[in-house]
């Protein structure tokens, strides 16, 4: 059974960082790629960074050049290093799979105001 356990959200001011971590189970780990995702109030969970087995990154429009996304495989946790936030990416931080690999854990709530 896939289990996923976010950290690390909070509220921070616009510019600010966060580090978010998820802890997988093992199993997750043999799937191709993972992803965080993120849902803001009122709106559809979108993917915003992507990681392959082998490294290989992708990251939505909104992400580039400010989200990093890595994984320790040896830990079986995948971070996501969040840099220049801004109010718009406030919202509830997911990862899974990607595709999606099995149920949502509980996020991490991820605040951006002054």
């Known amino acids: 059974q896939v289990q996923l356990v976010e950290s690390g959200g909070g509220l921070v001011q616009p510019g600010g960082s966060l580090r978010l971590s998820c802890a997988a189970s093992?199993?997750?780990?043999?799937?191709?790629?993972m992803g965080w995702y993120r849902q803001a109030p009122g709106k559809q969970r979108e993917l915003v960074a992507a990681?392959?087995?082998?490294?290989?990154?992708n990251y939505a429009d909104s992400a580039k050049g400010r989200f990093i996304i890595s994984r320790d495989n040896a830990k079986n946790t995948v971070y996501l290093q969040m840099n220049s936030l801004k109010p718009e990416d406030t919202a509830v931080y997911y990862c899974n799979g990607v595709p999606r690999a099995g149920s949502w854990g509980q996020g991490t709530q991820v605040t951006v105001s002054s």
């Open positions: 990681i392959t087995s082998g490294g290989s990154t």
């Open positions: 093992k199993i997750i780990f043999s799937i191709s790629a």
